[in-house]
């Protein structure tokens, strides 16, 4: 008799899938699965990302790289401030994202909720990323606007009703 198995840990999307393992099988197979799975890590284990990105504000003072792939998805919402900005956004964890230099040149603003913290040069304006946290610990929101591997026109861009929030 075939078993579901549910993956909740993971933030990489795994359907569930169905396959004919019993007992200790079972057991063998999750082992394995979990070597793959680990919260907050988008790449298999022994495996670098094979193009770790990097972004930056307009006039450069602010850089960062992103320890991942570039994004073929993103998202673009439809809140006053996203809006007014332009943002198309990708979510990655914390610990994927490296501030390389312009700490000191970094303002934030916060707004609704103040759950997140936007990000922006003090002396170009732009917000290059974003600061929040999600039920798996803290994220970076990364403004691909800034992102000059991403092409922006290739993505498949996610809709999200952020003004009905």
């Known amino acids: 008799m075939p078993c579901d ?3 909740t ?3 990489f999307a795994l359907p569930m899938f169905r396959y004919p393992y019993r007992g200790s099988e079972i057991d063998r197979l999750l082992d ?5 799975i680990v919260p907050g890590r988008t790449t298999p284990p022994n495996k670098e990302p094979t193009m770790p990105y990097t ?4 006039c ?3 850089t960062f790289t992103i320890a991942a792939d570039a994004p073929s998805e993103a998202m673009s919402c439809n809140c006053s401030h996203c809006s007014r900005k332009g943002l198309v956004l990708t979510f990655v964890p914390a610990g994927q994202f490296t501030l390389d230099s312009g700490a000191d040149k970094l303002t934030d603003y916060q707004f609704y909720k103040h759950k997140i913290t936007h990000r922006f040069c003090a002396i170009c ?3 290059s990323f974003a600061e929040g946290k999600s039920p798996d610990g803290p994220i970076r929101a990364i403004n691909l606007r800034c992102v000059p591997e991403v092409d922006i026109d290739t993505l498949k861009i996610n809709r999200v009703d952020g003004a009905s929030f």
């Open 5 to 7: 198995i549910f993956v």
């Open 9 to 11: 840990e993971a933030t």
């Open 32 to 36: 394995t699965l979990h070597e793959f």
């Open 55 to 58: 972004g930056s504000c307009h």
């Open 60 to 62: 450069g003072a602010v």
């Open 125 to 127: 304006g732009t917000q």
